[in-house]
């Protein structure tokens, strides 16, 4: 059974990708579906507060400039339940996807996410920045089932980190993703 692996439009998504690139088993679309002006509507709705926008942005910028390789790629529900259709697969594992995944791809599809945080408190978007803020340093990467609640699902597996307050925002991120990234090579048995 083939699982598709859906990740970021950017550097992470190019380390999530390479983790698991020598599998058969696994296909890989790019989440297309985010992008700037989504980001700054998010913003202006107070979804992400202003502070934490620009400590994500300022993380990205720091890092290199490489995507993700991948030839499958969506920008929407329908175009990912398309995807899964044509290639035969119900098994979908999300990375830093930005999609919200609709009750009509989830009747399709069993769904999978990791979120870089711990949901229990940290859920949602700037998680990693409201950890921070909030003193919770002991973390974990979240594997759990998509459900039609944000980073509500069933908890499957976690992989622990630590936040340090004296390293700055992109380091620990970093350490964030690092970690999710574990998990990714974990739930898909195998990779770098």
Partial sequence: MRELLVVSDDYWGARAEASVQERDDVLIAVD????????????????VPLRAAIYMWLAQRSL?????????AFSDNAELRSLAEREQVTDI????????????TLENCHVRNIHCADIDG???????FR???????????????????IDEGEVLDVEPFELDPKVGYAA?????YEAGI???????????
């Avoid at 989504?38 to 709705?45: D, N, Q, S, T, Y």
């Avoid at 594992?93 to 009509?104: D, E, N, P, T, Y």
Wanted: aromatic share 4%; proline share 3%.
């Fill in 32 to 47: 297309r579906s985010g992008g700037l002006i989504r980001a700054l509507k998010l913003v202006l709705r107070r979804s």
């Fill in 64 to 72: 290199p400039q490489e995507k993700p390789n991948a030839r499958l």
């Fill in 93 to 104: 594992v999300l990375f830093r996807a930005g999609l919200i995944i609709s009750g009509k």
């Fill in 122 to 128: 940290f859920g949602g978007l700037a998680s990693i």
């Fill in 131 to 149: 950890a921070i803020r909030a003193g919770a340093f002991h973390q974990t990467a979240t594997l759990h089932t998509v459900t039609n609640r």
């Fill in 172 to 176: 620990n991120e970093n350490r964030a």
């Fill in 182 to 192: 574990r998990l990714l090579v974990r739930t898909l048995g195998g990779g770098v």
